[in-house]
């Protein structure tokens, strides 16, 4: 079934060549394609945020279970298996969020 009414949306490739349409914009993802920033450009230092965050992960991965497999029975195995493995995971989660954004 077709129809003859033109009504509708249709699509015109030229509508989107016009540049007096794109004044005032962002670039286009083609202007970005003929200059795009390198990536050697960037701050991407591992520096002292990249290292905070290896210590927590070796706190977290190593530390952590190890405190909860030497957890004296006295103590409690309820404390030792749900108390300590939430604090090296939100201390984890936090830092790497902290450590991997850029202000």
Do not use: C, Q
């Not at 077709?2 to 490739?13: A, F, I, K, R």
């Not at 290292?51 to 190890?66: E, K, N, Q, R, T």
């Amino acid at each position: 079934m077709t129809s003859s009414d033109d009504s509708g949306y249709v699509h015109d490739p030229a509508d989107f060549d016009d540049e007096s349409a794109h004044e005032g914009e962002e670039p286009t993802d083609d202007e970005w394609l003929e200059d795009p920033a390198h990536p050697a450009a960037t701050d991407r230092e591992f520096g002292t945020r990249g290292w905070i965050l290896v210590g927590v992960i070796v706190f977290a991965f190593v530390v952590s279970p190890l405190t909860i497999a030497f957890w004296p029975i006295e103590l409690g195995y309820w404390f030792a298996l749900l108390i300590l493995p939430l604090f090296p995971a939100v201390l984890l989660a936090t830092t790497a969020i902290w450590a991997t954004t850029r202000a």
